[in-house]
């Protein structure tokens, strides 16, 4: 028979997941459960779910914080994620569906880290650092150091993750986020992406750029960061969609071919600058 | 273990693997078989129920998660022998065809118009809302048109936050 145990707060949630690291850590359970009956039974359940130290999303001291147990209903519904972080309320009403959304939660995206999953590009490009605990103490890790390969991360056996900070964008930097999928309610993403483009007029003065599905993890483009920087946007779009074609490993499989991958890939980030040229125009 | 719960008003308990499905938990432990399998993977939405007055696949809540939590069920929307509006428009709208979404449906459409998420909406917006909040609730039959209408002409009947003509 399965264990279970529902935590009433986090210094028991981190005691348990100390003293049996081999006990699935449950929250939204939208991934973990798919396909359920088919899947041997876990050993022990920690559920996380609805944790309350873990849900909220707190906007203080120029970031905002998420806390993992967050659902994604919850992010795109916060007045100041929607004003402030902009792609990833966009990105939060694109994952899966409404039933999904009001149970996905941000700390699932991140400790699956799926090379799909929709919001993890977004954390990337906005310069996400990640806050996790143990009963050993507290540490943050900046999110571009997270993922270490196809669903692998920092995360050590004993750790739990607690919530994300996300700076707010500087007043010159614009972002963005699009996902290019069959539908755009819960088909997994072909290929997504974000960017946060900081602007001088129409002169690119630094680019954080993220995609998603083209590799075994949610990866920086850094040639394309690097090709854009001190261009102007009509040139940073043409700099932009020469770099992304090497600088990027997608595959086929039963949701897209590798050639398409690429081929998308490239409008994509092309877009995000010549999307900033009529915003950068105002 | 033993789950307690609240399952359409009603307290129930159930001795069960807190692994098991609520869907299983819902259909095989309290018979109440109104809420249907689709896909068993979160993509088709007909074992919607609502739990703590959200909407989720049932397919993927673990019965351990019920625990102390509230639950309403397809079964769970008519209210003393009265079909709840959304139910009734399904009906007079010709919004059901083979019938294994309409429970999710119903259910998913019932939570847009009770919680008022189309309200003070013009007709073309609303229509918009609700093809976005049943996005998740997939129908092979009728094209959804219809199934569209009937929320429509629910929402119409029933003033926002009133749970209502139940």
């Known amino acids: 028979m399965t264990a279970y145990l529902r935590p009433r707060d986090l210094d028991e949630a981190l005691a348990a997941r100390a003293a049996h690291p081999d006990w699935m850590v449950l929250a939204g359970a ?10 041997a039974a876990p050993t022990g359940i920690l559920d996380l779910w609805r944790l309350a130290p873990i849900c909220f999303v707190r906007a203080a001291d120029g970031e905002i914080a998420i806390g993992a147990g967050a659902t994604w209903l919850e992010v795109e519904r916060d007045a100041a994620v929607c004003t402030h972080l902009a792609p990833l309320a966009a990105a939060a009403r694109e994952i899966g569906a409404l039933q999904i959304q009001a149970r996905a939660t941000l700390g699932g995206n991140v400790g699956t880290s799926s090379p799909v999953g ?8 906005l310069d996400a650092e990640l806050e996790v605990a143990s009963v050993r103490g507290r540490r943050r890790v900046p999110y571009r150091e997270w993922c270490t390969g196809y669903r692998t991360t920092r995360l050590a056996a004993d750790e739990l993750i607690v919530a994300a900070h996300l700076p707010l964008p500087g007043p010159t930097t614009r972002t963005v986020w699009r996902k290019v999928g069959t539908r755009r309610a819960q088909s997994i993403s072909k290929v997504m992406g974000a960017a946060a483009i900081t602007l001088d007029g129409d002169v690119v003065i630094d680019a954080r750029v993220a995609l998603g599905a083209i590799a075994d993890r949610p990866v920086r483009i850094a040639a394309v960061e690097a090709a854009v920087r001190g261009q102007r946007l009509a040139d940073a779009a043409h700099a ?7 600088a990027i ?9 590798a050639s398409y991958r690429r081929e998308v890939a490239e409008n994509l980030v092309a877009r995000f600058f010549h999307g900033m040229m009529q915003r950068a125009d105002r | 273990m033993k789950l307690a719960f609240e399952v359409n008003g009603e307290r129930r308990t159930v001795e ?7 869907l299983d938990v819902l259909r095989e432990d309290l018979r109440l078989t109104g809420t249907k399998e689709g896909c068993g993977e979160g993509e088709c939405g007909a074992c919607t129920v609502e739990l703590d007055g ?12 019920c625990d102390g939590r509230r639950i309403v069920t397809v079964e769970g929307l008519a209210r003393g022998g009265v079909l709840h509006a959304v139910q009734r428009q399904l009906v007079a709208c010709g919004g059901a065809q083979c019938g294994i979404c309409t429970p999710g449906i119903a259910v998913c459409a019932a939570h847009v118009v009770d919680r008022g ?5 013009d007709d073309a917006t609303a229509r918009a809302k609700i093809r976005d909040l049943l996005a998740g609730n997939i129908c092979r039959c009728t094209g ?5 209408d009937a929320v429509i002409a629910a929402a119409r009947e029933v003033a926002p936050g009133t749970e209502g003509a139940r």
């Open chain 2, 16 to 22: 069960t693997s807190p692994w098991k499905r609520l």
């Open chain 1, 249 to 257: 490993q997608p595959i086929d499989d039963v949701r897209s071919t």
């Open chain 1, 240 to 246: 932009a969609r020469a770099a992304v074609g090497p």
């Open chain 2, 54 to 65: 959200e909407v989720v696949n049932s397919c993927l809540v673990a019965a351990g998660q």
């Open chain 1, 30 to 39: 939208t991934d973990l459960m798919v396909n359920a009956n088919h899947r």
């Open chain 2, 117 to 121: 998420l189309i309200a003070g909406c």
């Open chain 2, 144 to 148: 959804y048109q219809l199934i569209v």
């Open chain 1, 118 to 125: 929709d919001s993890l590009p977004v954390l990337l490009a």
